[in-house]
């Protein structure tokens, strides 16, 4: 037995992943079972704030434990990759709140839709990870093509401006969904499907409800967002194992983190355009460092820049829409105040 721990996978002992799992299901097994028995319970911005930093603090100290036991190197990529897809991740949020007020969740069902799509995440990222070590590892120039598309993302962002919110009730997604299952127009507690009788033929049928829909865009959005987190972390470290870990403890604190900053929308108008600084800094780095080797680029200073533009955004966002007076979080579907998402 000791024999098949000791076995090499993807750069580190099985034991190494087979433990880090282990955590990871008693940390989903812990928000489940113990913090949220209550399926009515609604998670207000205070328990969000307690539980955002829980999930950092977990997540740093286990990068303590990278930096002990994997060397100083490691512990520099593992915490410079953390705070990295922390502030990517930001982005992702605003747009899940943007889904789950067109759709009508309420906030007490949201909690619901947020825990099945981190795991869905968790299996997504890990499948996108696992690619994209093969490519490189295997084609090394794969990293020069993540920067080239890292510093074409961040100037998208940058030119773009600001975009209306996207009318998800009318979009390819959901029009597919309605016309491939049967989907009910209303909620159904917080149940993803039920059982009814199909008025069309009579017969009782599966039917999903609004919050299966929701899951489905949600996951989508995910996907869309791995797009350019994955290849930011590459481009930080190519350690297998320290980029899935600091990329999976930067989603477990994203469920948490939503209904902080989904509360907040508004005040974070001018975040997007720190993270488009972030992605063509991170871009620029593999250009200098790896595919034309002019300076070496420490994992310290990758950590200090994006710190560097991330509080630079949240402090300018902050500042600017002081004045704005605070809305009401609303739960009523379409309300204007949780419906600007796109600002973010």
Known sequence: MMDVLTVVWLGKPLWMWLGFHVLIAC???FDLGLLHRDKEHEIGVRESLLLTGFYLALGLAFGGWVWWYLGGQAGQEYVAGLVVEKSLSMDNVFVIAMILTALGVP??????????GILAAV????????LGAAL???VHW???LFAAFLIYAGLKILLSGDEEAGDFQNSAVVRWFKRTFRVTPDLHGQRFAIRRTDPKTGKVALWFTPLALALVLVNGADVIFAVDSVPAIFAITTDT???YTSNIFAILGLRALYFALAAMVDRFAYLKTALAFILIFIGAKIVVADTFELVAVPPWVSLVVTLAFLAAGVAYSLWRTRTDAPAPVSEEPGHPHTARAHRA
């Open 27 to 29: 940390l989903l097994a």
């Open 142 to 144: 794969v990293l020069s």
């Open 107 to 116: 906030r007490a069902a949201q909690h619901r839709v947020l825990l099945w």
């Open 123 to 130: 299996l997504l990222r890990g499948l996108m990870i696992g």
């Open 241 to 243: 194992f320290v980029v």
């Open 136 to 138: 490189v590892h295997q």
